[in-house]
Nanobody, 125 residues
Framework: VQLVESGGGSVQTGGSLRLSCRASERTYDTRCMGWFRQAPGKEREGVAAIYTYGGSPFYADSVKDRFIISHADDKLTVYLQMNSLKFEDTAMYFC????????????????????WGQGTQVTVS
């Protein structure tokens, strides 16, 4: 399975960006899809995750009420709408896919990710 991200770029503080990630195929081990990010010199951290077969999404406290994760009906594409962006949101953003049961804990347990995208850079200045 390949994950391909798009939508990164540069934006001013307070602005918005929308990231997209499309999986090459739908399998049992991609039912949970989400986003992680990694800033220079920092560990990779979970941002948001969603079970593509239904249920509430999961967010890191740092992005709650600013970011919205959603998925397309085809269950192959996941989006991350990022609003009210802050300088500290600057990072490489990685799409991730995992089995459905891992969704609730995925943001704290990146070892449960089965597939990673190559990343897309988000820069807030």
């Amino acid at each position: 399975v390949q994950l391909v991200e798009s939508g990164g770029g540069s934006v001013q503080t307070g602005g918005s960006l929308r990231l997209s990630c499309r999986a090459s195929e739908r399998t049992y081990d991609t039912r949970c899809m989400g986003w992680f990010r990694q800033a220079p010199g920092k560990e990779r951290e979970g941002v948001a995750a969603i079970y593509t077969y239904g249920g509430s999404p999961f967010y890191a406290d740092s992005v709650k009420d600013r970011f919205i994760i959603s998925h397309a009906d085809d269950k192959l594409t996941v989006y991350l709408q990022m609003n009210s962006l802050k300088f500290e949101d600057t990072a490489m953003y990685f799409c991730a896919a995992a089995e459905g049961y891992a969704c609730a804990s995925l943001l704290r347990s990146p070892s449960r990710v089965n597939y990673w995208g190559q990343g897309t850079q988000v820069t807030v200045s």
